[in-house]
């Protein structure tokens, strides 16, 4: 009789899309529409045939995760089992190996595209006839592990990719991309400190209930700031672009998201000259992305010499 490892039938790897939110992030929880752009490459899978049980391997971060390890209650230890239940997977002995070219908790979207690959990877390796949007509500299923009450905007840029304009009604999703603007190239820097999705989404909450009034007069500037920024991307107008990031930018930061590190990270970026930034994701810490005046480069070498790693997204 063939064992179960013999059902592996494709070894390939693939790979799923991490992404910046341009416009929107918070506001977005609440219907609000965002504009997101996606990260290539952000995690590659692949599964191959194995003589154990089911286990997801992370050699670079130095994690195993087997499906079957008692008392495991860790968020990527419960994605892995919620999808191999899903597919119909938990008999079958394989192992899943996860490549991430992205940090966690950075805003980036790592948790979505590790969801992604490991699902576009198994539904390769076992023929399983998924279509894209079958993939992309399961990643939405790990999302609402990792937390709670997600939008559905990092799932859905790490199946689709692109430049996508993103909302979410109580009834209904709609996205679709943004086409015919110029191409911009944004410094993605990481402000060193971890941000951390389900606590900031808590907080704006809790300030929603307090002051309401406040954050939707900043939700709606959000929206403004994503309606002339998108057409600053369509006409090559930088200028109003970066100042449409900062003005969301410090909509963030009146909604309590931003912190010591970030703040930080757009001084720095400031004194090198940027037509504008914004920090990007649930904020907390993670990532802050920033238009830059002159030749990224200059401005990549000098958030090095300050600390900042960082690096280049083509919008
Ligand atoms: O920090 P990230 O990559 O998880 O992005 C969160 C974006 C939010 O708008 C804050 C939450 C959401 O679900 O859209």
Redesign the pocket.
């Known amino acids: 009789m063939l064992k179960n490892c013999w059902a592996v039938m494709d070894s390939a790897w693939h790979s799923a899309f991490g992404?910046i939110?341009l416009f929107g992030?918070?506001a977005?929880?609440y219907g609000v529409k965002?504009l997101a752009a996606s990260i290539p490459d952000a995690v590659k899978a692949r599964v191959q045939a194995s003589e154990s049980a089911a286990a997801l391997h992370i050699p670079s971060w130095s994690i195993t995760c087997e499906l079957n390890q008692e008392g495991a209650e860790d968020l990527l230890h419960r994605m892995f089992a919620l999808i191999c239940d899903e597919l119909g997977l938990r008999d079958k002995q394989f192992s899943l190996e996860l490549e991430p070219n992205i940090p966690t908790a950075s805003?980036?979207?790592a948790?979505a595209a590790i969801a992604v690959a490991s699902i576009r990877a198994l539904n390769a390796g076992f023929r399983l006839g998924l279509s894209d949007e079958n993939i992309n509500q399961l990643a939405f299923q790990c999302e609402e592990l990792a937390?709670g009450k997600?939008?559905?905007?990092?799932n859905t840029l790490a199946t689709y990719g692109g430049l996508l304009e993103y909302q979410r009604s109580a009834t209904s999703v709609r996205f679709a991309p943004l086409s015919g603007t110029q191409p911009v190239q944004l410094v993605v820097a990481l402000s060193g400190k971890k941000?951390f999705?389900a606590d900031?989404?808590a907080a704006v909450r809790s300030l929603k209930e307090r002051e309401p009034e406040l954050v939707q007069r900043l939700f709606n500037k959000i929206d403004a700031m994503r309606v002339a920024g998108s057409k600053a991307l369509l006409e090559g107008d930088l200028a109003t672009l970066g100042h449409c990031f900062s003005e969301n930018h410090r909509c963030l930061r009146e909604l309590g998201v931003s912190c010591e590190e970030i703040e930080k990270v757009l001084s720095v970026a400031e004194k090198q000259g940027v037509y504008g930034a914004k920090l990007t994701?649930?904020g907390g810490g993670?990532a802050v992305i920033l238009l830059p005046q002159d030749e990224p480069a200059t401005l990549l070498k000098h958030l090095k010499r300050a600390g900042f790693e960082s690096l280049l997204v083509n919008v």
Do not use: Y
């Open positions: 992404k939110i992030e918070h977005v929880v965002a805003g980036l979207g948790s937390h997600p939008s559905g905007l990092d941000g999705t900031m989404v994701g649930s993670g």
